[in-house]
């Protein structure tokens, strides 16, 4: 179950039904996940009955889910019922609330409830050393720290991922996802810091595809040719 070249777990980053459908029975993708923005951008506004839905199709991978409260109490209860959809289930806990409070408190009580997480939105170093230091071998967590945006920020991400890697190294069920890719290259950068799974949109996941496409430049010849030629230039 993956892309040709690619030796990493792959998961797929959308809200959109048809797509994930696509992308499952392709049998390439290892899982799958969403967060309130990427539903809204569908269009969904039954967030408990899409994901009902869509578990009826996806069963066998895992697929996380997100709570959307700001309040750790409301996060909990929504925690309890979004675990309770399905055995393939993630979910998704953001690192802090709008109010830059710290979750980790709330996620040593979901874990103590045998909840699999997926602790999302991660950029900060101390954020990633704040969360190892209340993990335990029996955790099943996928950290998701977002590379991209650490990136966006002028940083250069892989010495980050890398040491992330190495600090969760001795927890068997933690995986490390690299979050927010850019571009295909990030694919291959995460796969070289050890990473276990990155996430990619239906459009980056397409682009996969190309990998050691040695006729790539012909291709994208072809395409202003006939881009001109179809408009009707003329100089």
């Known amino acids: 179950m993956s892309f040709p070249g690619v030796g990493i ?15 499952y029975k392709e049998g390439k993708v290892a899982g799958f996940t969403t967060n309130p923005t ?4 569908a269009g969904i506004r039954d967030y408990e009955a899409f994901a009902k839905d869509i ?11 997100e709570v959307f ?26 690192i802090t609330n709008t ?20 602790v999302t939105a991660i950029l900060a170093e101390e ?8 993990l335990s071998t029996n955790d099943d967590v996928i950290v998701s720290i977002f590379a991209g945006r650490i990136a966006d920020t002028g940083v250069d991400p892989v010495p980050i991922m890398s040491e992330a890697v190495k600090l969760y190294s001795s927890l068997p069920k933690v ?13 291959y950068q995460a796969e070289n810091c050890g ?23 012909l291709d994208t010849v072809k395409m202003f040719y006939k881009d001109a030629t179809s408009a009707g230039f003329i100089l």
Not at 177 to 186: D, I, K
Request: charged content about 25%; some cysteine; glycine content about 4%.
């Open 175 to 187: 995986k490390i996802l690299w979050a927010s890719p850019r571009e295909v290259l990030n694919v």
């Open 195 to 217: 990473c276990h799974i990155i996430t990619a949109t239906d459009d980056l996941l397409s682009k996969i595809s190309l990998h050691g496409k040695s006729e790539y430049s």
């Open 99 to 118: 109010r830059c409070e710290s979750s980790i408190e709330l996620i040593e009580e979901l874990l103590a409830e045998g909840l699999k997480l997926n």
């Open 55 to 65: 578990l009826t199709e996806i069963t066998t991978l895992p697929i996380s889910f």
């Open 127 to 134: 954020q990633i050393c704040a969360l190892r230091n209340v």
């Open 69 to 94: 409260s700001d309040e750790f109490t409301e996060m909990h209860r929504q925690a309890l019922k979004i675990s309770s959809w399905g055995n393939n289930v993630n979910v998704k806990i953001p």
């Open 38 to 41: 990427l539903m809204v951008k």
């Open 9 to 23: 777990d792959v998961f797929a980053d959308g809200a959109n039904k048809t797509d994930m459908l696509k992308r």
